[in-house]
């Protein structure tokens, strides 16, 4: 299990359906210039969205753990975004365990609340949760 | 439309290995419909390579490009500009694709990345299933728009077996019966006395069986 000094320093990407917070663009921005760097945030107009090269290009852009937020399963505004997020997600995690990355690297969280949910809450939540997961090896420098 | 899958990725990162700069080639055609080889697939392997050769520590430059068509020379033409900046190219188009690349540019390594499977139809998302095997005599006229040869695993032209149990093949029981589905088609239409003549089998010896097949039509030759 990592440090805390270690999990500070990881770089975290979220995916997130766009409808689980209402105030996300403000939230967003508030969390963005208080994590800098180490956060990257893409809201989606439906979970559904996502495709597992979004993901795949995060982890070779220097994501160490990336995180599919979606909301609740039967509450997708258009029925099966999360349902389809999921699958992707699973794809994701098969291609990255072939060329040998922990599929742990990223996770779909399906949100149980149903409102009341605020982007900038959830990151922070998130990055301070400790994980088993260390700095990539993408993001190390080669010998 | 031609179907393929993907070979497994242990083998594409053998056969990549001796090349330090390579162009993952996609086409957007047949096998961009059956999310084999189209510009989403192009960009997972090639992101999947990039990744698994900077975890082994190899240094590897891997771009991507994909072609409308890859097995048409006025698409594959696009190619020559760019083509004497890498070993080797990775083909994510069919076997036809592949070859007409390596054709195009002879002194270029052409690597397939896909396993070329048969020539089928888009049954649902997700879902390709065999329906032509180009015998070269169609007869989809005589059954309802439903081929036994590519269809029935007995492939046979004076069906049904009698092995059929729940509208389902005994042979592949996933699989629908095409007699039982040429049998309802015909009967719904009133053509079913279409059956009473006896159906000679695939003469295979006019076309398969002699070499690749050719078609040549004058009127479309330059």
């Known amino acids: 299990m990592e440090t805390k000094e270690e999990r500070q320093g990881l770089n975290f990407y979220f995916f997130f359906c766009q409808r689980i917070d209402k105030e996300q663009e403000k939230n967003r921005r508030t969390i963005e210039k208080s994590m800098g760097d180490k956060v990257r945030l893409f809201p989606i107009p439906c979970s559904g969205r996502i495709e597992p090269i979004h993901i795949l290009r995060a982890l070779e852009k220097g994501a ?30 098969k291609l990255m365990e072939e060329i040998g990355l922990e599929k742990e690297r990223v996770e779909l969280i399906n949100l149980k609340k149903e409102n009341g949910m605020t982007i900038d809450t959830l990151v922070e939540d998130l990055v301070g949760k400790k994980t088993n997961i260390g700095s990539s090896p993408l993001n190390k420098p080669l010998l | 439309m031609i179907t393929a899958e993907r070979k497994p990725f242990e083998e594409i990162k053998e056969m990549v290995k001796p090349y330090s700069k390579l162009l ?11 999310a084999a080889g189209g510009e989403k697939e192009v960009a997972l392997l090639a992101s999947a390579l990039r990744m698994e050769a900077r975890m082994e520590n190899r240094v590897v430059e891997i771009d991507e490009m994909t072609l409308d068509r890859q097995c048409v020379y006025e698409f594959i ?62 007869k989809l006229h005589i059954f309802g728009a439903i081929c036994p040869v590519a269809r029935c695993a007995k492939g046979l032209f004076n069906g049904p077996c009698g092995g059929s149990k729940d509208k389902r093949c005994e042979v592949h029981p996933d699989t629908p019966c095409a007699w039982h589905m040429i049998i309802e088609r015909l009967e719904k239409k009133g053509r079913l006395e279409q059956l009473n003549n006896i159906y ?16 040549e039509r004058e009127d479309q030759m330059i």
């Open chain 1, 64 to 93: 160490d753990k990336v995180y599919v937020l979606t909301c609740r399963e039967g509450l997708c505004r258009y029925r099966e975004g999360n349902l389809r997020a999921k699958k992707r997600v699973s794809y994701a995690q």
């Open chain 2, 24 to 34: 993952v080639v996609g086409c957007g055609t047949c096998v961009a419909e059956c």
């Open chain 2, 200 to 215: 000679p089998p695939v003469d295979w010896s006019t076309g398969q069986g002699k070499g690749p097949r050719k078609i």
């Open chain 2, 77 to 138: 033409d696009q190619l020559t500009e760019t083509v004497d900046n890498y070993d080797a190219i990775l083909s994510l188009g069919c076997g036809a694709g592949v070859q007409a690349v390596s054709d195009v540019f002879p002194d270029m390594t052409v690597l397939p990345a896909l396993n070329t499977t048969f020539l089928g139809e888009t049954k649902a998302p997700g879902v390709w299933m065999e329906n032509c095997r180009g015998c070269g005599d169609c």
